[in-house]
C-alpha cells in the first residue's frame, strides 16, 4: 500500500545527487536539538500527559500517522534548505531519514492538511509551506541557514537574504487563525518523563514570530545564547509538610493513674526526617519530632531470646536521671528472635509507587526507583513482586512476577515517570486487590507504598483511607509505607495508614537510609515475629510520686485495652530491639512537681507485709505469635534495690539511648529537662557510643552538632 512518503520519493526521485556535507548536517541537527531544549525547558506540576508504561499500540492507527508525518515534515525543511544553498545540498534521504527516525516519537511537524499540499509541490513552491515548519522545528531558520553556510565559507547575510526573496515573493504573510494557531502550538510536543509541555500560547507566538522573520515581514530577533546543557527544573514545593499535632505527655501522679500502656512502636521515620532537616541547616519543626522514633532508629544489643516459641525477651533497668538528679529513669528494653534464612516464609509484595507530578524531584521518583532494585537483592528467587502506579489514574505496571525474573521486575522501575495528579486511593485499592488475587497463606503478604503522601484525586480524608486500610487487615495483606521528599511531605497520612495497616512507617531521605531500612533490617522490616505487642507498666505508689512516658504519644492505649486481644497493637520483626523510657520521682524526692493534697484520701486496705513495697514498678508486656489470634503474657518486676547509683554505672545502651531522648526533647522544646542542652547530650552520647559498627552513633553525635547552631525557619526559595 503506498503511503504518502512513497509520493515524494517518487516526485523526488530524478534529482541530481551531489555530495552531503557532514559538517553543515551536523550543525543544522545540533541547533534543531538546542532549540528543541530552550523551548521546553519550563515545568510545571500536572501539565504533562501522565507518561506510563504504554502498550505496543503507540506504533498503530493515529500514533503510525504522527510518525510518518514528522518524517515527512522533516525531510521537505532539509530539502528547501538544498535548494537554496546549493553547495550544501542533502540528497542522501536514506541517512537523513535514520537520523531524524530516534526524533520523530518526540517531535510532530507540520498538520495533515500542509502535509497533503507539500507533497503536491516542487522543492521550491514547497518553501512556502514549510516554512513556518521551520521555524517551528528549529526555533530560529536565520541561525539554521547561518550555522550551515559556516562550513563553506558564505557570508552571514547571503543565506538569509537568499531565503526572503523566494519565501517573499511566493508565501502569503502568516495570518492568525485557529487552523494556524493549532498546528504551531501542537508543532513540537515533549513526551519525556521528566518534563511537562510547554505553554501553548507561548508555542504560537514564538513560531509566529520566528517564521515573519523568515519571510522578510520583521527584522529577525538577535541570535539566543548557546545553552551547552538544557536546564531541567523540577518539581519543588516549600513549607506545606504535614504532621500531626501531638502534645507532650503530661506528668502523671501514680496514687491517681498509677498504670500506664501503649501499643509498641518500631518505625523511624522521624529519625530521617530530622537528620534531612538539619542537613539543610534547618530545625525539624515540633511535631516531626517523635521521641521514641528517634530512640528505636538505632540498634541495641540487648539480651537475646532462646527460642521462638517466646520471641523476645525484656531487659529493665533504672538509673539517675541525667538532666535531674532528683528523679530516675526507667529503661525497657525488647530484643526479638531472629529468624534463620532457611525459615524466612516467601514474600508476596506489591510495590505501589507514587508517580504523580509531585514525585518529579531527585530526591523523589529516582530516589524510589533506586531503593527498590536495593530491596530485590534482598528477596528470595521464589518471592513475588508486582508493581502498581497511580497518578491521575491507577494501573498495574507489572503483574505478580518471579524475582528470579529480576531484570524484567527492573525494567519496569525504570521505565516510570512522573506527571499528572494524585489519586492514591485508588492506588490502595488496586494494589490490595493484587495482592490478595496472589495471597500466600503460609506467606508475607505485604503492600509497600512509596509517596510523597500528598493525595489529591479521589479520596483523601485520612480517616475514611484508615477505616479500608482496617478492614483489610482481616485478609492477611499488610501496608508498609516509605515517605520521599520535603517541602509538601504528608506524615500525618502516612502515619495513619502504616499504624492501621499493620506495617512500618519510614522516611527515606538518601540512599544510606534506602539500604538501612530495605538491605540491612529486611529481616525485622518484613518478617514478623509477634504482632499486637503492648506493654503496661503499673508503678507502686509507695515507692514513686510521679511519672511521665517520654515519647509514644501518639502509641497511647486504655488500660482496658491491654487484655483486649481485639484491640490492634504494634509488631516487632525479625531481630528487632525496641525501647522505652520512663522519668519517675521518688515519693521522698523534692522533685515533685505536684503538692500532697491537703485532705488526702482515706486508705481503708489493710497493710501488707510481703515484698510488693520493695518494687518501683511492674512491667507486662502481652503479644501474639504471627499466626496466633489469643495473646500471651510476659511480666518482669523493678526491684527499688536493682536501680544503679550513677549514670556512669549504668549499661551503654541505655546511656545512649538517654541521649537521644534528650536530643529530642529538646527539639520538641518540652518543659522537663531544666538547663541540660545540645552540649551535654553530645557528652552523654560520646560516653556511650560503644562498638557503633555502622557509625550510626557517630553519625548522631553530628546531628546534635548541626541543632546546636540550626536557625528554626529555613530562607524563603
Given amino acids: 500500500m503506498k503511503d504518502e512518503l512513497d509520493d515524494i520519493k517518487q516526485r523526488l526521485r530524478h534529482t541530481p545527487a551531489v555530495k552531503i556535507n557532514p559538517a553543515a548536517k551536523k550543525a543544522a541537527i545540533s541547533l534543531a536539538l538546542r532549540e528543541f531544549d530552550k523551548n521546553n525547558s519550563n515545568i ?38 538544498w535548494a537554496i544553498v546549493p553547495m550544501q545540498r542533502f540528497t542522501d534521504f536514506g541517512q537523513l531519514l535514520d537520523v531524524k527516525t530516534d526524533n520523530a516519537k518526540q517531535t510532530s511537524i507540520v498538520s495533515t492538511e500542509k502535509k497533503n499540499d507539500i507533497a503536491a509541490n516542487t522543492p521550491v513552491e514547497a518553501a512556502k509551506d514549510v516554512g513556518a515548519s521551520i521555524a517551528v522545528m528549529s526555533g530560529n531558520a536565520e541561525e539554521v541557514v547561518t550555522e550551515l553556510s559556516l562550513p563553506s565559507a558564505v557570508p552571514l547575510a547571503s543565506p538569509v537574504e537568499a531565503v526572503k526573496p523566494v519565501i517573499a515573493a511566493q508565501s502569503p504573510a502568516p495570518t492568525v487563525n485557529d ?3 493549532a498546528d504551531t502550538a501542537s508543532g513540537i510536543r515533549s513526551i519525556d518523563m521528566a518534563n511537562s509541555q510547554p505553554s501553548p500560547s507561548k508555542a504560537k507566538k514564538t513560531a509566529r514570530t520566528e517564521s515573519a522573520q523568515i519571510a522578510g515581514i520583521i527584522a529577525p530577533a538577535s541570535p539566543p545564547a548557546v545553552i551547552n546543557e538544557p536546564q531541567v527544573n523540577y518539581y519543588q514545593d516549600q513549607g506545606r509538610d504535614k504532621f500531626k499535632d501531638t502534645p507532650t505527655n503530661p506528668l502523671k501522679i501514680a496514687k491517681d493513674e498509677p498504670v500506664s500502656t501503649f501499643s509498641i512502636d518500631v518505625d523511624t521515620a522521624s529519625y530521617s526526617f530530622v537528620r534531612s532537616s538539619l542537613n539543610q541547616n534547618v530545625l525539624p519543626q515540633k511535631n516531626a519530632v517523635r521521641v521514641e522514633e528517634l530512640v528505636n532508629y538505632f540498634p541495641y544489643d540487648y539480651s537475646a531470646p532462646a527460642s521462638k516459641n517466646e520471641p523476645f525477651k525484656t531487659s529493665v533497668s533504672a538509673f539517675p536521671t541525667p538532666w535531674n538528679k532528683d528523679t530516675q529513669l526507667l529503661h525497657i528494653g525488647i530484643k526479638g528472635y531472629e529468624i534463620d534464612a532457611k525459615e524466612k516464609p516467601r514474600a508476596n509484595l506489591v510495590f505501589l509507587l507514587d508517580t504523580s507530578g509531585s514525585m518529579n524531584e531527585p530526591n523523589k521518583l529516582p530516589l524510589v526507583q533506586n531503593s527498590l532494585k536495593m530491596l530485590l537483592d534482598t528477596l528470595h528467587e521464589d518471592d513475588s513482586v508486582a508493581i502498581v502506579t497511580y497518578a491521575g489514574n491507577a494501573g498495574v505496571a507489572l503483574q505478580p512476577t518471579k524475582v528470579k525474573d529480576k531484570s524484567k521486575i527492573t525494567a519496569v522501575i525504570d521505565n516510570l515517570g512522573a506527571a499528572g495528579s494524585t489519586a492514591g486511593a485508588e492506588g490502595i485499592r488496586q494494589a490490595y486487590q493484587l495482592a490478595e488475587q496472589n495471597l500466600n497463606s503460609k506467606g508475607i503478604n505485604r503492600v509497600i507504598l512509596a509517596t510523597d503522601g500528598d493525595f489529591n484525586v479521589g479520596i483523601t480524608d485520612p480517616n475514611e483511607l484508615k477505616s479500608f486500610v482496617e478492614h483489610k487487615r482481616a485478609t492477611g495483606v499488610t501496608l508498609s509505607v516509605l515517605g520521599f521528599g520535603r517541602g509538601n511531605y504528608n506524615d500525618e497520612l502516612m502515619q495513619t ?3 492501621n495497616g499493620n506495617g512500618n512507617a519510614a522516611y527515606i531521605d538518601n540512599l544510606n537510609e534506602a539500604r538501612k531500612f ?11 515475629i509477634a504482632k499486637d505487642v503492648k506493654i503496661q507498666v503499673e508503678f ?7 511519672y511521665r512516658l517520654i515519647g509514644y504519644e501518639t502509641r497511647l492505649l486504655n488500660k482496658e485495652d491491654f487484655n483486649n486481644d481485639k484491640v490492634d497493637a504494634g509488631d516487632i520483626g525479625s531481630g528487632h530491639t525496641v525501647t522505652a523510657l520512663y522519668e519517675i520521682t521518688p515519693v521522698a524526692s523534692k522533685a515533685k512537681l505536684v503538692d500532697e493534697l491537703r485532705y488526702p484520701k482515706v486508705d481503708t486496705k489493710p497493710a501488707t507485709t510481703d515484698n510488693k513495697n520493695s518494687e518501683l514498678a511492674f512491667v507486662k508486656i502481652r503479644y501474639k505469635l504471627p499466626d496466633g489470634e489469643s495473646s500471651k503474657l510476659i511480666t518482669t518486676p523493678i526491684k527499688v534495690d536493682q536501680a544503679y547509683k550513677s549514670v556512669d554505672q549504668t549499661p551503654v545502651e541505655a546511656r545512649f539511648a538517654t541521649s537521644v531522648a534528650a536530643f529530642g526533647e529538646l527539639l520538641r522544646v518540652d518543659p522537663y529537662l531544666k538547663d541540660f542542652n545540645y552540649d551535654k547530650v553530645m557528652t552523654l552520647a560520646e560516653g556511650a557510643k560503644g562498638a557503633d559498627k555502622f557509625g550510626y552513633r557517630a553519625e548522631f553525635i553530628n546531628l546534635v552538632r548541626l541543632a546546636k547552631n540550626a536557625p528554626a525557619l529555613p530562607p524563603l526559595k
Fill in 44 to 81: 510545571s506540576q500536572g501539565t504533562a500527559k501522565s507518561v506510563r508504561l504504554k502498550s505496543t499500540t503507540i506504533f498503530r492507527s493515529t500514533a503510525m500517522k504522527t510518525y510518518q508525518i514528522a518524517v515527512i515534515g522533516t525531510f521537505c525543511a532539509l530539502f528547501v534548505v
Fill in 179 to 181: 487552523d494556524y494557531e
Fill in 497 to 499: 495508614l502504616a499504624q
Fill in 518 to 528: 530495605l538491605v540491612e533490617e529486611a529481616s525485622s522490616t518484613l518478617f514478623t
Fill in 540 to 546: 507502686n505508689p509507695a515507692q514513686v510520686a510521679e
